[in-house]
Nanobody
Framework: VQHLVESGGGSVQAGGSLRLSCKADIYIGRYYCMAWFRQAPGNEREGLAA????????YYTDSVKGRFTISRDTAKDTVYLQMNSLTPEDTAMYYC?????????????????WGQGTQVTVSS
């Protein structure tokens, strides 16, 4: 059973934008923090942003602050990641994750439920 299902990845040219979506089951949508991570080949999984259950409170890591925006639609049990000004360095598998609060730190150890990931490729 997939509790988190990501979509929206794809290929884009540098400078472009993508919006990722992560649909959660009802329980996760109601009680869990939801976050976005990414992992490029040979790199550790990197936390990007997280959203609290209220659909308003958000957290970011410095690496994407100002370029990426996380949002959460509590009615749809879905979290989004709007990514702007993409560069080839943003190429990675992007994962949605969830766990009970607190939402921070946004580290892989803090989250125990994971989606299968969606690939983002940015060409120069």
């Amino acid at each position: 059973v997939q509790h988190l299902v990501e979509s929206g990845g794809g290929s884009v040219q540098a400078g472009g934008s993508l919006r990722l979506s992560c649909k959660a089951d009802i329980y996760i949508g109601r009680y869990y923090c939801m976050a976005w991570f990414r992992q490029a080949p040979g790199n550790e999984r990197e936390g990007l942003a997280a959203a609290y259950t209220d659909g308003v409170t958000t957290y970011y890591t410095d690496s994407v602050k100002g370029r990426f925006t996380i949002s959460r639609d509590t009615a749809k049990d879905t979290v989004y990641l709007q990514m702007n000004s993409l560069t080839p360095e943003d190429t990675a598998m992007y994962y949605c994750a969830a766990n009970y609060p607190p939402c921070t730190p946004i580290t892989a150890a803090q989250y125990n439920t994971w989606g299968q990931g969606t690939q983002v490729t940015v060409s120069s």
